[in-house]
């Protein structure tokens, strides 16, 4: 098993800024690793992941530009940099887990999931 922990979240006002991180332990492993996010009334969706090696990366277009994924495997953490937050991106972002090194793109492939955490956008 692995447990996935999210912190970072927070009340922003529009154009600032957040850094979420996901803090791993338990069974870990060589795994790709993503960002979530879903809001009221939505489903969850995508926003960034990220291979093994951190080499690899994608975005959604929502996100391209203003977020960057990372993660420091020393630290067994990913991270999420979001700039220029608009009042679209308040949603709970969740952190997840795959069991496989490549970069995943699509919810169905990963594996372990946090609980996720609160990002509000006020505009």
């Known amino acids: 098993q692995v447990q996935l922990v999210e912190s970072g979240g927070g009340l922003v006002q529009a154009g600032g800024s957040l850094r979420l991180s996901c803090a791993a332990s338990?069974?870990?492993?060589?795994?790709?690793m993503g960002w979530f996010r879903q809001a009221p009334g939505k489903e969850r969706e995508v926003v960034a992941s990220i291979d093994w090696s951190g080499g690899s990366t994608n975005y959604a277009d929502s996100a391209k530009g203003r977020f960057t994924i990372s993660r420091d495997n020393a630290k067994n953490t990913v991270y999420l940099q979001m700039n220029s937050l608009k009042p679209e991106d308040t949603a709970v972002y969740y952190c997840a887990a795959t069991i496989s090194s490549a970069v995943a793109l699509t919810r169905g492939e990963y594996r372990y999931w946090g609980q996720g955490t609160q990002v509000t956008v006020s505009s």
């Open positions: 338990g069974r870990t492993f060589r795994s790709a």
